[in-house]
Protein backbone atom coordinates (compact mmCIF):
# COMPACT_ATOMS: atom_id res chain seq x y z
CA UNK A 1 0.00 0.00 0.00
CA UNK A 2 1.36 3.56 -0.74
CA UNK A 3 0.65 6.15 1.58
CA UNK A 4 -2.21 8.90 0.39
CA UNK A 5 -0.26 11.88 1.71
CA UNK A 6 3.65 11.44 1.91
CA UNK A 7 5.49 14.77 3.76
CA UNK A 8 9.32 13.98 3.44
CA UNK A 9 11.64 16.97 5.09
CA UNK A 10 8.83 20.06 4.93
CA UNK A 11 10.38 23.06 6.41
CA UNK A 12 8.42 26.25 5.79
CA UNK A 13 9.35 29.79 7.77
CA UNK A 14 7.14 32.57 7.67
CA UNK A 15 8.62 36.01 6.95
CA UNK A 16 11.30 33.53 5.60
CA UNK A 17 14.48 35.79 5.53
CA UNK A 18 13.70 39.01 7.82
CA UNK A 19 14.18 39.00 11.46
CA UNK A 20 11.17 38.49 12.22
CA UNK A 21 11.68 34.87 10.69
CA UNK A 22 9.31 32.24 12.07
CA UNK A 23 10.37 28.52 11.42
CA UNK A 24 6.76 27.03 11.85
CA UNK A 25 8.26 23.19 10.31
CA UNK A 26 11.78 21.87 10.92
CA UNK A 27 12.26 19.22 8.90
CA UNK A 28 8.52 17.54 8.92
CA UNK A 29 8.43 13.46 7.81
CA UNK A 30 4.95 11.81 7.69
CA UNK A 31 2.80 9.39 6.03
CA UNK A 32 -0.92 9.47 5.81
CA UNK A 33 -2.44 5.90 4.89
CA UNK A 34 -5.44 5.48 3.01
CA UNK A 35 -8.50 5.07 5.39
CA UNK A 36 -7.38 6.20 8.40
CA UNK A 37 -8.34 9.05 10.98
CA UNK A 38 -5.68 10.55 12.04
CA UNK A 39 -4.95 13.09 15.04
CA UNK A 40 -2.47 16.17 14.58
CA UNK A 41 -2.30 17.92 17.77
CA UNK A 42 -0.04 19.99 19.62
CA UNK A 43 0.30 23.37 21.38
CA UNK A 44 -0.91 26.54 20.02
CA UNK A 45 2.04 27.45 17.48
CA UNK A 46 3.36 24.17 17.09
CA UNK A 47 2.76 24.11 13.18
CA UNK A 48 0.04 21.80 13.03
CA UNK A 49 -1.98 24.11 10.23
CA UNK A 50 1.19 25.11 9.22
CA UNK A 51 1.48 21.31 8.21
CA UNK A 52 -2.21 20.93 7.31
CA UNK A 53 -1.91 24.07 4.71
CA UNK A 54 0.62 21.98 2.71
CA UNK A 55 -2.00 18.82 2.65
CA UNK A 56 -3.48 20.38 -0.26
CA UNK A 57 -1.31 23.12 -1.93
CA UNK A 58 -3.02 26.43 0.12
CA UNK A 59 0.75 26.70 1.24
CA UNK A 60 3.86 25.15 -1.16
CA UNK A 61 6.86 23.95 0.65
CA UNK A 62 10.18 26.30 1.07
CA UNK A 63 12.01 22.56 1.11
CA UNK A 64 11.39 19.37 1.22
CA UNK A 65 8.15 18.03 -0.57
CA UNK A 66 4.88 16.71 0.47
CA UNK A 67 3.32 13.93 -2.18
CA UNK A 68 -0.59 13.47 -2.35
CA UNK A 69 -0.89 10.11 -4.27
CA UNK A 70 2.53 10.31 -5.47
CA UNK A 71 1.43 13.95 -7.33
CA UNK A 72 3.69 16.65 -5.95
CA UNK A 73 1.76 20.17 -4.82
CA UNK A 74 4.55 22.10 -5.60
CA UNK A 75 3.83 21.56 -9.02
CA UNK A 76 1.23 23.55 -10.51
CA UNK A 77 -0.35 21.51 -12.61
CA UNK A 78 -1.22 18.62 -9.91
CA UNK A 79 -2.90 21.19 -7.73
CA UNK A 80 -6.67 21.19 -8.99
CA UNK A 81 -6.35 17.41 -9.44
CA UNK A 82 -4.87 17.48 -5.65
CA UNK A 83 -7.75 19.80 -4.68
CA UNK A 84 -9.62 17.32 -5.21
CA UNK A 85 -8.24 14.58 -3.55
CA UNK A 86 -8.16 16.65 -0.08
CA UNK A 87 -10.46 18.65 1.29
CA UNK A 88 -10.48 20.77 3.93
CA UNK A 89 -13.18 22.30 6.68
CA UNK A 90 -11.97 25.06 8.84
CA UNK A 91 -12.77 26.47 12.56
CA UNK A 92 -15.47 28.01 11.78
CA UNK A 93 -18.09 27.70 9.84
CA UNK A 94 -19.64 31.01 9.47
CA UNK A 95 -15.97 32.07 7.26
CA UNK A 96 -17.03 29.07 4.83
CA UNK A 97 -20.78 28.83 3.83
CA UNK A 98 -21.35 31.18 0.62
CA UNK A 99 -24.72 30.21 0.01
CA UNK A 100 -28.05 31.03 0.99
CA UNK A 101 -29.60 27.80 0.85
CA UNK A 102 -28.34 24.44 2.14
CA UNK A 103 -28.23 22.99 -0.92
CA UNK A 104 -27.02 25.29 -3.27
CA UNK A 105 -23.96 25.92 -0.43
CA UNK A 106 -23.12 22.13 -0.67
CA UNK A 107 -23.26 22.17 -4.53
CA UNK A 108 -20.86 25.10 -4.82
CA UNK A 109 -17.54 22.76 -4.84
CA UNK A 110 -18.86 20.60 -7.49
CA UNK A 111 -20.09 23.31 -9.61
CA UNK A 112 -16.88 24.56 -9.44
CA UNK A 113 -15.53 20.78 -10.86
CA UNK A 114 -17.48 21.84 -13.83
CA UNK A 115 -19.43 18.57 -13.45
CA UNK A 116 -22.84 17.91 -15.49
CA UNK A 117 -25.97 19.20 -13.57
CA UNK A 118 -27.13 15.48 -13.00
CA UNK A 119 -24.00 14.60 -11.55
CA UNK A 120 -24.17 16.96 -9.02
CA UNK A 121 -27.64 17.01 -7.76
CA UNK A 122 -26.32 13.35 -7.31
CA UNK A 123 -23.61 14.48 -4.98
CA UNK A 124 -25.56 16.65 -3.43
CA UNK A 125 -27.85 14.07 -2.20
CA UNK A 126 -24.98 11.62 -1.58
CA UNK A 127 -23.31 14.02 0.81
CA UNK A 128 -26.91 15.39 2.43
CA UNK A 129 -27.80 11.83 3.35
CA UNK A 130 -24.30 10.86 4.11
CA UNK A 131 -24.73 13.64 6.68
CA UNK A 132 -28.67 13.42 7.95
CA UNK A 133 -29.17 16.78 6.52
CA UNK A 134 -31.86 16.03 4.01
CA UNK A 135 -34.35 17.97 6.04
CA UNK A 136 -31.89 21.34 6.28
CA UNK A 137 -31.53 21.09 2.47
CA UNK A 138 -33.94 24.17 1.42
CA UNK A 139 -33.00 26.34 4.69
CA UNK A 140 -30.60 29.65 4.63
CA UNK A 141 -27.48 28.57 6.79
CA UNK A 142 -27.86 31.47 8.71
CA UNK A 143 -31.37 29.83 10.64
CA UNK A 144 -28.74 26.77 11.47
CA UNK A 145 -26.91 25.90 14.99
CA UNK A 146 -23.35 26.17 14.78
CA UNK A 147 -23.05 22.34 14.68
CA UNK A 148 -25.30 22.02 11.85
CA UNK A 149 -23.43 24.78 10.26
CA UNK A 150 -20.42 23.14 9.96
CA UNK A 151 -22.09 19.73 9.35
CA UNK A 152 -22.62 21.47 6.27
CA UNK A 153 -19.57 22.64 5.76
CA UNK A 154 -17.93 19.46 5.64
CA UNK A 155 -21.26 18.44 3.02
CA UNK A 156 -19.79 20.92 0.84
CA UNK A 157 -16.08 19.12 0.82
CA UNK A 158 -17.75 15.44 0.90
CA UNK A 159 -19.94 16.58 -2.32
CA UNK A 160 -16.61 16.69 -4.02
CA UNK A 161 -15.65 13.30 -3.34
CA UNK A 162 -12.50 13.73 -1.94
CA UNK A 163 -10.54 10.71 -0.65
CA UNK A 164 -9.21 12.69 2.53
CA UNK A 165 -10.91 15.22 4.71
CA UNK A 166 -8.55 17.77 6.83
CA UNK A 167 -10.72 19.11 9.45
CA UNK A 168 -8.66 21.75 10.98
CA UNK A 169 -10.62 22.39 15.16
CA UNK A 170 -13.80 21.56 13.86
CA UNK A 171 -15.39 21.66 17.47
CA UNK A 172 -13.80 24.79 18.82
CA UNK A 173 -16.44 26.68 18.75
CA UNK A 174 -19.39 24.37 19.27
CA UNK A 175 -21.58 23.33 22.22
CA UNK A 176 -21.70 20.37 23.67
CA UNK A 177 -24.45 18.68 20.90
CA UNK A 178 -22.94 20.65 17.97
CA UNK A 179 -19.00 18.63 18.89
CA UNK A 180 -20.79 15.63 19.44
CA UNK A 181 -22.82 15.72 16.37
CA UNK A 182 -19.32 16.92 14.34
CA UNK A 183 -17.40 14.09 15.90
CA UNK A 184 -19.73 11.34 15.38
CA UNK A 185 -20.45 12.35 11.89
CA UNK A 186 -16.53 12.59 10.73
CA UNK A 187 -16.34 9.31 12.23
CA UNK A 188 -18.94 7.46 10.46
CA UNK A 189 -17.15 8.91 7.02
CA UNK A 190 -13.96 7.26 8.04
CA UNK A 191 -15.80 4.07 9.02
CA UNK A 192 -18.51 3.71 6.80
CA UNK A 193 -17.58 5.61 4.07
CA UNK A 194 -14.02 5.04 4.02
CA UNK A 195 -12.51 8.84 3.91
CA UNK A 196 -9.07 8.72 5.62
CA UNK A 197 -9.88 11.68 7.96
CA UNK A 198 -7.00 14.14 9.39
CA UNK A 199 -8.65 15.83 12.30
CA UNK A 200 -6.54 19.18 14.38
CA UNK A 201 -7.44 19.19 17.34
CA UNK A 202 -6.49 20.30 21.41
CA UNK A 203 -9.45 18.04 22.64
CA UNK A 204 -8.13 14.65 23.79
CA UNK A 205 -11.48 13.38 24.04
CA UNK A 206 -11.60 13.86 20.21
CA UNK A 207 -7.98 12.52 19.86
CA UNK A 208 -9.24 8.96 21.92
CA UNK A 209 -11.25 8.22 19.17
CA UNK A 210 -8.42 8.34 16.10
CA UNK A 211 -6.86 5.38 14.82
CA UNK A 212 -3.33 7.29 15.36
CA UNK A 213 -2.44 10.39 16.55
CA UNK A 214 1.23 12.81 16.10
CA UNK A 215 1.79 15.35 18.67
CA UNK A 216 3.74 18.59 17.46
CA UNK A 217 6.15 21.05 19.03
CA UNK A 218 7.51 23.72 17.58
CA UNK A 219 7.83 22.79 14.38
CA UNK A 220 8.30 18.85 14.58
CA UNK A 221 6.43 15.81 15.10
CA UNK A 222 8.15 14.60 18.55
CA UNK A 223 5.15 11.48 18.99
CA UNK A 224 3.82 9.14 16.49
CA UNK A 225 1.21 6.23 17.20
CA UNK A 226 -1.85 5.08 18.62
CA UNK A 227 -3.38 6.93 20.84
CA UNK A 228 -2.93 3.85 23.33
CA UNK A 229 0.72 4.03 22.72
CA UNK A 230 1.07 7.75 22.81
CA UNK A 231 -0.97 8.36 25.81
CA UNK A 232 1.13 5.69 27.82
CA UNK A 233 4.33 8.69 27.91
CA UNK A 234 2.40 10.34 30.23
CA UNK A 235 5.33 12.55 31.68
CA UNK A 236 6.28 13.40 27.75
CA UNK A 237 2.79 14.31 27.10
CA UNK A 238 2.31 16.75 29.68
CA UNK A 239 5.83 18.16 28.85
CA UNK A 240 4.81 19.06 25.13
CA UNK A 241 1.45 21.20 26.82
CA UNK A 242 -0.95 18.40 26.63
CA UNK A 243 -3.47 16.48 28.73
CA UNK A 244 -4.68 13.07 29.32
CA UNK A 245 -7.97 12.23 28.86
CA UNK A 246 -9.64 12.44 31.42
CA UNK A 247 -10.60 8.70 32.33
CA UNK A 248 -6.63 8.04 31.59
CA UNK A 249 -6.22 10.64 34.19
CA UNK A 250 -8.63 9.30 36.58
CA UNK A 251 -7.43 5.42 35.80
CA UNK A 252 -3.43 7.18 36.42
CA UNK A 253 -5.03 8.60 40.23
CA UNK A 254 -6.73 5.50 41.24
CA UNK A 255 -3.97 3.34 40.31
CA UNK A 256 -1.89 5.64 42.55
CA UNK A 257 -3.94 4.97 45.58
CA UNK A 258 -2.97 1.30 45.35
CA UNK A 259 -6.01 0.52 42.86
CA UNK A 260 -5.42 -2.71 40.87
CA UNK A 261 -6.24 -0.86 37.53
CA UNK A 262 -4.86 -1.76 34.19
CA UNK A 263 -2.55 0.18 31.77
CA UNK A 264 -4.02 1.48 28.37
CA UNK A 265 -7.40 3.53 29.63
CA UNK A 266 -8.23 5.97 27.82
CA UNK A 267 -12.24 5.86 26.81
CA UNK A 268 -14.42 6.68 29.50
CA UNK A 269 -16.60 2.53 29.00
CA UNK A 270 -13.17 0.80 29.63
CA UNK A 271 -12.57 2.90 32.90
CA UNK A 272 -16.09 2.28 33.60
CA UNK A 273 -16.44 -0.84 33.17
CA UNK A 274 -12.91 -1.80 35.05
CA UNK A 275 -14.56 0.29 38.17
CA UNK A 276 -17.46 -1.89 38.06
CA UNK A 277 -15.09 -4.82 38.01
CA UNK A 278 -12.91 -3.85 41.10
CA UNK A 279 -12.65 -6.20 43.80
CA UNK B 1 -26.12 40.64 46.75
CA UNK B 2 -23.30 41.73 44.92
CA UNK B 3 -23.96 41.42 41.57
CA UNK B 4 -27.21 39.90 39.89
CA UNK B 5 -30.42 40.73 38.12
CA UNK B 6 -33.99 41.03 38.63
CA UNK B 7 -36.60 39.75 35.91
CA UNK B 8 -33.77 40.58 33.06
CA UNK B 9 -35.55 40.76 29.52
CA UNK B 10 -33.88 41.45 26.46
CA UNK B 11 -35.41 42.28 22.92
CA UNK B 12 -33.23 42.60 19.79
CA UNK B 13 -34.57 44.89 17.45
CA UNK B 14 -37.54 45.45 19.42
CA UNK B 15 -40.65 46.79 17.64
CA UNK B 16 -39.41 45.69 14.54
CA UNK B 17 -41.07 42.14 12.53
CA UNK B 18 -37.44 41.03 13.42
CA UNK B 19 -37.93 41.56 17.15
CA UNK B 20 -35.97 38.48 18.87
CA UNK B 21 -36.49 37.84 22.65
CA UNK B 22 -33.23 36.84 23.89
CA UNK B 23 -33.32 37.36 27.78
CA UNK B 24 -36.56 36.27 29.27
CA UNK B 25 -37.17 37.43 33.16
CA UNK B 26 -33.90 36.19 33.56
CA UNK B 27 -32.97 36.73 37.40
CA UNK B 28 -29.86 35.28 39.37
CA UNK B 29 -27.77 36.40 42.72
CA UNK B 30 -24.44 36.42 43.09
CA UNK B 31 -21.62 36.99 46.21
CA UNK B 32 -18.72 38.54 46.08
CA UNK B 33 -15.59 36.37 45.71
CA UNK B 34 -17.23 33.57 43.84
CA UNK B 35 -16.43 31.89 40.70
CA UNK B 36 -19.59 31.16 38.76
CA UNK B 37 -20.21 29.32 35.00
CA UNK B 38 -22.73 29.99 32.66
CA UNK B 39 -23.53 27.21 30.77
CA UNK B 40 -26.25 26.38 27.97
CA UNK B 41 -26.20 26.08 24.17
CA UNK B 42 -25.27 28.28 21.74
CA UNK B 43 -27.72 31.09 21.17
CA UNK B 44 -29.48 30.32 24.68
CA UNK B 45 -28.37 34.16 25.85
CA UNK B 46 -25.28 33.89 27.41
CA UNK B 47 -23.28 36.56 25.97
CA UNK B 48 -26.45 38.72 25.95
CA UNK B 49 -26.45 38.36 29.39
CA UNK B 50 -22.65 39.11 30.24
CA UNK B 51 -22.77 42.52 27.89
CA UNK B 52 -25.88 43.08 30.57
CA UNK B 53 -23.62 42.98 33.51
CA UNK B 54 -20.83 45.53 32.28
CA UNK B 55 -23.49 47.78 30.84
CA UNK B 56 -22.27 47.09 27.12
CA UNK B 57 -26.62 46.35 26.39
CA UNK B 58 -29.65 48.27 28.32
CA UNK B 59 -32.57 45.93 30.15
CA UNK B 60 -35.55 45.92 27.54
CA UNK B 61 -37.08 45.80 31.23
CA UNK B 62 -35.86 44.14 34.36
CA UNK B 63 -32.33 45.37 35.62
CA UNK B 64 -28.70 44.78 36.96
CA UNK B 65 -27.61 44.78 40.58
CA UNK B 66 -24.44 45.81 41.65
CA UNK B 67 -23.49 46.25 45.33
CA UNK B 68 -27.04 46.26 45.88
CA UNK B 69 -27.47 49.04 43.99
CA UNK B 70 -30.06 49.36 40.16
CA UNK B 71 -27.99 50.50 37.78
CA UNK B 72 -29.86 53.16 35.94
CA UNK B 73 -29.04 53.84 32.42
CA UNK B 74 -27.62 57.31 31.88
CA UNK B 75 -24.00 57.29 30.35
CA UNK B 76 -22.35 58.41 33.90
CA UNK B 77 -23.61 55.18 35.68
CA UNK B 78 -22.83 53.29 32.95
CA UNK B 79 -19.56 54.19 32.10
CA UNK B 80 -18.14 53.67 36.05
CA UNK B 81 -20.00 50.31 36.13
CA UNK B 82 -17.42 49.38 33.13
CA UNK B 83 -14.57 50.13 35.19
CA UNK B 84 -15.53 48.21 37.78
CA UNK B 85 -16.67 45.34 35.64
CA UNK B 86 -14.30 44.02 33.31
CA UNK B 87 -15.31 42.13 30.32
CA UNK B 88 -12.63 39.97 28.09
CA UNK B 89 -14.70 39.06 24.93
CA UNK B 90 -14.81 35.92 22.43
CA UNK B 91 -11.64 35.91 20.75
CA UNK B 92 -10.85 38.97 22.28
CA UNK B 93 -7.62 39.36 20.22
CA UNK B 94 -9.59 39.91 17.20
CA UNK B 95 -9.86 43.52 18.75
CA UNK B 96 -7.01 44.88 19.44
CA UNK B 97 -5.94 47.83 18.05
CA UNK B 98 -2.83 49.18 19.36
CA UNK B 99 0.89 48.77 18.48
CA UNK B 100 2.30 47.86 21.09
CA UNK B 101 1.11 45.32 24.10
CA UNK B 102 2.09 48.40 25.85
CA UNK B 103 -0.58 50.82 24.59
CA UNK B 104 -3.04 47.43 24.55
CA UNK B 105 -3.07 47.26 28.16
CA UNK B 106 -2.59 51.12 28.96
CA UNK B 107 -5.63 52.12 26.99
CA UNK B 108 -8.31 51.84 29.41
CA UNK B 109 -6.63 53.30 32.96
CA UNK B 110 -5.37 55.95 30.49
CA UNK B 111 -9.66 56.66 29.96
CA UNK B 112 -10.14 56.39 33.78
CA UNK B 113 -7.78 59.70 33.36
CA UNK B 114 -4.54 58.57 34.86
CA UNK B 115 -0.69 60.06 34.77
CA UNK B 116 1.06 58.20 33.06
CA UNK B 117 3.15 57.48 35.86
CA UNK B 118 0.18 55.40 37.35
CA UNK B 119 -0.57 54.15 34.42
CA UNK B 120 2.84 52.64 33.75
CA UNK B 121 2.21 50.67 36.94
CA UNK B 122 -1.25 49.42 36.06
CA UNK B 123 0.52 48.23 32.83
CA UNK B 124 3.51 46.46 35.01
CA UNK B 125 1.10 44.87 37.45
CA UNK B 126 -0.94 43.61 34.78
CA UNK B 127 1.27 41.52 33.38
CA UNK B 128 2.64 40.84 36.19
CA UNK B 129 -0.40 39.10 37.46
CA UNK B 130 -1.18 36.78 34.21
CA UNK B 131 2.39 35.65 34.11
CA UNK B 132 4.13 37.82 31.78
CA UNK B 133 6.93 39.28 31.71
CA UNK B 134 6.94 43.37 31.10
CA UNK B 135 10.39 44.27 30.13
CA UNK B 136 10.49 41.43 27.43
CA UNK B 137 7.32 41.82 25.82
CA UNK B 138 5.64 45.30 26.46
CA UNK B 139 6.86 47.03 23.66
CA UNK B 140 6.34 44.29 21.07
CA UNK B 141 3.32 44.64 18.85
CA UNK B 142 -0.09 42.08 19.87
CA UNK B 143 0.35 40.12 16.62
CA UNK B 144 4.11 38.80 17.53
CA UNK B 145 2.60 36.80 20.31
CA UNK B 146 1.06 33.07 20.27
CA UNK B 147 -2.08 32.44 20.62
CA UNK B 148 -2.33 32.19 24.22
CA UNK B 149 -0.04 35.04 25.13
CA UNK B 150 -2.45 37.07 22.98
CA UNK B 151 -5.32 35.85 25.06
CA UNK B 152 -3.31 36.50 28.16
CA UNK B 153 -2.54 40.22 27.09
CA UNK B 154 -6.48 40.40 26.80
CA UNK B 155 -7.10 39.68 30.20
CA UNK B 156 -4.25 41.71 31.29
CA UNK B 157 -5.74 44.85 29.39
CA UNK B 158 -9.14 44.08 31.62
CA UNK B 159 -7.07 43.49 34.46
CA UNK B 160 -5.44 47.02 34.58
CA UNK B 161 -8.87 49.05 35.21
CA UNK B 162 -8.52 46.80 38.74
CA UNK B 163 -12.42 45.69 38.63
CA UNK B 164 -14.25 43.71 41.11
CA UNK B 165 -16.00 41.88 38.70
CA UNK B 166 -13.87 39.81 35.71
CA UNK B 167 -16.51 38.15 33.30
CA UNK B 168 -15.09 36.17 30.39
CA UNK B 169 -17.09 34.64 27.30
CA UNK B 170 -15.65 31.44 26.17
CA UNK B 171 -12.07 32.37 27.40
CA UNK B 172 -10.64 29.07 25.77
CA UNK B 173 -12.06 28.82 22.57
CA UNK B 174 -9.36 27.61 20.42
CA UNK B 175 -6.66 27.12 23.23
CA UNK B 176 -3.90 24.50 23.67
CA UNK B 177 -4.63 22.38 26.83
CA UNK B 178 -1.45 23.91 28.85
CA UNK B 179 -2.64 27.65 28.02
CA UNK B 180 -6.18 26.57 29.31
CA UNK B 181 -4.28 25.22 32.46
CA UNK B 182 -2.83 28.31 32.54
CA UNK B 183 -5.39 30.61 32.27
CA UNK B 184 -7.45 28.76 34.91
CA UNK B 185 -4.98 28.48 37.20
CA UNK B 186 -4.46 32.48 36.78
CA UNK B 187 -8.21 32.87 37.78
CA UNK B 188 -8.19 30.80 40.50
CA UNK B 189 -5.60 32.83 41.68
CA UNK B 190 -6.80 35.90 41.27
CA UNK B 191 -9.86 34.78 43.04
CA UNK B 192 -8.53 33.18 45.83
CA UNK B 193 -5.63 35.91 46.81
CA UNK B 194 -7.41 39.06 45.74
CA UNK B 195 -11.64 37.88 45.92
CA UNK B 196 -12.01 38.86 42.55
CA UNK B 197 -15.29 37.58 41.89
CA UNK B 198 -15.54 35.68 38.05
CA UNK B 199 -17.71 35.13 35.70
CA UNK B 200 -16.85 32.23 32.54
CA UNK B 201 -19.39 31.66 29.94
CA UNK B 202 -18.14 28.37 28.58
CA UNK B 203 -18.62 25.18 26.78
CA UNK B 204 -15.56 22.92 27.89
CA UNK B 205 -16.58 22.09 31.56
CA UNK B 206 -13.83 20.06 32.21
CA UNK B 207 -11.19 23.06 32.57
CA UNK B 208 -13.29 24.71 34.62
CA UNK B 209 -15.64 23.01 36.56
CA UNK B 210 -13.85 21.94 39.52
CA UNK B 211 -13.15 26.54 40.27
CA UNK B 212 -16.47 26.53 40.19
CA UNK B 213 -18.82 28.00 43.44
CA UNK B 214 -21.97 27.91 41.25
CA UNK B 215 -23.57 27.36 37.42
CA UNK B 216 -26.25 28.98 35.60
CA UNK B 217 -27.82 26.84 32.78
CA UNK B 218 -30.01 29.03 30.11
CA UNK B 219 -31.59 28.19 27.81
CA UNK B 220 -34.03 29.86 25.33
CA UNK B 221 -32.80 32.98 26.67
CA UNK B 222 -34.69 31.50 30.27
CA UNK B 223 -32.40 30.28 33.40
CA UNK B 224 -33.23 26.97 33.51
CA UNK B 225 -30.69 25.46 35.94
CA UNK B 226 -28.69 27.09 39.11
CA UNK B 227 -27.17 26.10 41.43
CA UNK B 228 -23.51 24.52 43.23
CA UNK B 229 -22.01 21.82 40.73
CA UNK B 230 -22.52 19.12 42.98
CA UNK B 231 -26.46 19.91 42.44
CA UNK B 232 -26.58 20.61 38.88
CA UNK B 233 -24.76 18.01 37.26
CA UNK B 234 -27.38 15.36 39.34
CA UNK B 235 -29.35 15.80 36.62
CA UNK B 236 -28.46 14.24 33.78
CA UNK B 237 -31.30 13.88 31.61
CA UNK B 238 -32.27 17.31 31.82
CA UNK B 239 -28.60 18.58 30.69
CA UNK B 240 -28.92 16.28 27.49
CA UNK B 241 -32.28 17.60 26.95
CA UNK B 242 -30.72 20.73 26.50
CA UNK B 243 -28.17 19.91 24.26
CA UNK B 244 -25.45 20.13 26.85
CA UNK B 245 -23.10 17.57 28.39
CA UNK B 246 -21.88 16.72 32.07
CA UNK B 247 -18.43 17.02 33.22
CA UNK B 248 -16.37 13.94 32.22
CA UNK B 249 -15.83 12.93 35.87
CA UNK B 250 -19.59 13.22 36.36
CA UNK B 251 -20.34 11.17 33.12
CA UNK B 252 -18.18 8.26 34.61
CA UNK B 253 -19.45 8.27 38.25
CA UNK B 254 -23.13 8.08 35.93
CA UNK B 255 -21.85 5.43 34.20
CA UNK B 256 -20.58 3.08 36.94
CA UNK B 257 -23.67 3.63 39.00
CA UNK B 258 -25.64 2.41 36.10
CA UNK B 259 -23.84 -0.49 35.61
CA UNK B 260 -24.71 -1.65 39.50
CA UNK B 261 -21.75 0.20 41.69
CA UNK B 262 -23.85 2.49 44.10
CA UNK B 263 -21.09 5.32 43.42
CA UNK B 264 -22.57 9.19 44.42
CA UNK B 265 -22.99 10.83 40.90
CA UNK B 266 -22.77 14.76 42.35
CA UNK B 267 -18.66 14.32 41.98
CA UNK B 268 -17.18 16.69 39.40
CA UNK B 269 -13.52 16.68 40.19
CA UNK B 270 -11.07 13.82 39.97
CA UNK B 271 -9.78 14.29 43.48
CA UNK B 272 -14.03 13.60 44.35
CA UNK B 273 -14.27 10.70 42.15
CA UNK B 274 -11.00 8.99 43.69
CA UNK B 275 -12.38 9.60 47.16
CA UNK B 276 -15.49 8.15 46.43
CA UNK B 277 -14.08 4.66 44.19
CA UNK B 278 -11.69 4.21 47.18
CA UNK B 279 -15.03 4.53 49.74
CA UNK B 280 -16.76 1.53 48.13
CA UNK B 281 -13.72 -0.17 46.81
CA UNK B 282 -11.10 0.48 49.71
CA UNK B 283 -8.18 -0.49 51.43
CA UNK B 284 -6.81 -1.97 48.24
CA UNK B 285 -4.25 -4.74 48.18
CA UNK B 286 -5.04 -5.71 51.48
Partial sequence: ?279 | MFIGTEKLTYTYMSGTPFAATALNEVSFSLGKGEITLIIGPSGSGKSTLIQHLNGLLKPSSGRVYFKGQAIGSDKGELLRLRRRIGLVFQIPEEHFFSETIYDEIAFAPRNLGLAESEVRIRVKDALEKVGLRAEQLQYRHPFQLSAGQKRLVAVASVLSMNPEVLILDEPTAGLDPSHRRNLFALLDNLNRSGGLTVIISTHHLDDVVALAHSVFVLQGGRMVLAGPPSEIFTTREKLYDLGLSLPSVTEIMHSVKEKGLPVKTNIYTLAGARQEINRLKGRPGR
Wanted: hydrophobic residues 40%; aromatic residues 4%.
Fill in chain 1, 1 to 279: MNPLIEVIDLTYSYQAGSDDEFRALKGVFLQVWPGEMLAITGQNGSGKSTLARHFNGLLTPQSGSVLVEGLSIADKKNTAAIRKLVGMVFQNPDNQLVSSIVEEDIAFGPENLGLPPAEIRKRVDWALDTLNLQHLRKVSPSGLSEGQKQLVAIAGVLAMKPKCIILDEPTAHLDPRGKREVLENIMRLNREEGITIILLTHFMNEVVHCDQMVVMEQGEIKLRGTPYAVFRQKEIILELGLDLPIAAQLATGLRQKGFKIPEDIIHTEELVDCLCQLK
